[in-house]
């Protein structure tokens, strides 16, 4: 079993910046690639960004490559998603999830455990 919370949400104006973190308790975080999904409201969630066990490969959703980037640190047990450049568009509520799979980490079934969220507004 794997606990994940998330921080760092919050407002933010179009340009800005913010730094998510979501940090896991239960067995081995090393041992799952780990993902940050985001769902605005009335949509569906999708696929944002992941890392795999050991942090040096990453994916990106198209519409935010170059402007977020994932990292992980194993011994503090932390994912982070930085966010850069927000845009209005960006306004959702954010996702980590841990996958003990290391393919297709862009689907949302491919995670067995996921937080609670955080919360991103980007005000125009």
């Known amino acids: 079993q794997v606990q994940l919370v998330e921080t760092g949400g919050g407002l933010v104006q179009t340009g800005g910046s913010l730094r998510l973190s979501c940090v896991a308790s239960?067995?081995?975080?090393?041992?799952?690639?780990m993902g940050w999904f985001r769902q605005a409201p009335g949509k569906e969630r999708e696929f944002t960004a992941a890392v795999n066990w050991d942090g040096y490969s990453t994916a990106f959703a198209a519409s935010v490559k170059g402007r977020f980037t994932i990292s992980r640190n194993n011994a503090k047990k932390t994912v982070y998603l930085q966010l850069n450049n927000l845009k209005p568009e960006d306004t959702a509520a954010y996702y980590c999830a841990a996958s003990s799979y290391y393919t297709d980490l862009g689907t949302a079934s491919r995670y067995k455990y996921w937080g609670q969220g955080t919360q991103v507004t980007v005000s125009s």
């Open positions: 239960g067995r081995t975080f090393s041992d799952y690639a």
